[in-house]
């Protein structure tokens, strides 16, 4: 609680990373509607998804890069006001290409609040880098967490109309995210505001790869997941509840694990967090699959714990790898890296189109190993006095 009462920026860009992905998360539950609706197949759903989250991963780099070079407090809340009326207006589609227009407009103000968000935490925070990072990206996997439960809340009720309901949340958050980021602006030197705080040196190209690679794979695993879930239950019989339920648990497990990581990360070191919160998570997504109803929960519970823990220690990693420009290696681990869990989702769908929803998430559950083994290029880690140093071998 001291660190927190210390920190309060952290906790003000925590609220605003709660708020888009509140709204980021919506659209698995408008999904089941949208597919009887307009009679769509898995795969042009999965596409639905893969366009968000492309356009979105494809834009934060260079998102990123506008707040390494002018700062970021305009980008940050102009996003959250971009992301909100975008996703309100989705309820308002006349055909499948003014849905998927919608939804690829949305996702630029994801693209643009995260590495903003991101890099200001770094920028804040002078200690516990890893712990910072941890509340910073609990606050986005709260609101993912809770976007299943008011969607469906919301949905069922109204329509997807009723999503212009939640607006009055990011009209009070976005002015409240410019003040306080003009308050860090205001710390900094006129002509380095918005920029890393480091000295550029040799790329560890090694290091860079595997941690891409590592996220891409995890970030396949937990959209794929995400996304389908819903239509998974609906395609056995179970109610939208139980589905939106199993949503957040899954989701609300991860901000567990994200805790959980980064305190451990700081006591134990990273590659150990990140290899073993993967490595081992194989049967227990295959029980997911098979298990009834209750034990279900237990289940993808313990899969979001673990797929969640090394989130904040690979992105604290990433800067430290490209300390002269955090907003860029922000936008690169929020953003670029999610391409792969984009596309993924559309592999998904086709694979449930070929062979069965159960058995294409199914595949999924061998892919978290495979992420965990690049744990083995990336840097080591000593500790100096109060201070965690990277070590680049590559």
């Known amino acids: 609680m ?16 709660f708020t888009v992905d509140l709204y980021a998360n919506l659209l698995p539950m408008a999904f089941p509607q949208v597919k009887s609706a307009m009679g769509l197949s898995y795969a042009q759903v999965g596409f639905l998804a893969t366009t968000y989250i492309v356009a979105s991963s494809l834009m934060q780099p260079f998102f990123g890069y506008l707040g390494d070079r002018f700062g970021s407090r305009r980008l940050a809340s102009a996003g959250i006001l971009w992301i909100a009326a975008f996703m309100a207006l989705i309820g308002f589609s006349w055909s499948y290409l003014s849905l998927l227009a919608f939804i690829a407009l949305a996702s630029l103000g994801s693209a643009a609040f995260h590495p903003q968000g991101a890099m200001n935490v770094a920028l804040a925070s002078k200690e516990r880098k890893v712990l910072s990072m941890s509340i910073f990206v609990l606050g986005g996997t709260f609101g993912f967490a809770l976007s299943p439960l008011i969607g469906a809340g919301i949905i069922s009720a109204f329509g997807l109309k009723g999503i212009m309901a939640m607006l009055p949340l990011p009209l009070a958050v976005a002015p409240f995210i410019y003040w306080v980021l003009s308050r860090i602006d205001a710390r900094q030197p006129e002509d380095s505001r918005g920029v890393g705080r480091g000295r550029p040196g040799r790329l560890p190209l090694v290091g860079l790869l595997s941690v891409v690679t ?10 794929g997941m995400n996304s389908y879930i819903p239509l998974l239950y609906r395609g056995r019989g179970l109610s939208t509840v139980l589905a939106s339920e199993t949503l957040f648990v899954f989701l609300a497990s991860g901000s567990v694990g994200m805790l959980l990581g980064g305190y451990l990360a700081d006591q134990s070191g990273r590659r150990k967090v990140i290899f073993a919160s993967l ?15 209750a034990w279900a929960l237990v ?60 058995a294409a998430l199914s595949m999924l559950a061998y892919l978290p190993p495979v992420a965990a083994l690049f744990t083995l290029g990336l840097p080591g880690t000593v500790k100096r006095g109060a201070t965690v140093v990277q070590e680049f071998n590559s």
């Open 2 to 17: 001291t660190f927190l009462r210390r920190n309060p920026i952290i906790l003000a860009l925590c609220l605003g990373h």
């Open 214 to 223: 590592l996220v891409m794979i995890r970030s396949w695993t937990v959209m």
């Open 279 to 293: 490595f081992f998570l194989t049967p227990v997504a295959l029980f997911f699959m098979e298990a009834s109803p």
């Open 299 to 358: 289940a993808i519970g313990l899969l979001g714990i673990g797929l969640e823990a090394s989130v904040p220690v690979t992105l604290v990693m990433a800067q430290e790898m490209l300390p002269a420009s955090t907003g860029l290696a922000s936008g690169l681990m929020m953003g670029f890296t999610f391409v792969a869990g984009g596309i993924g989702i559309s592999i998904t769908g086709w694979l449930a189109d070929q062979f069965g929803l159960p």
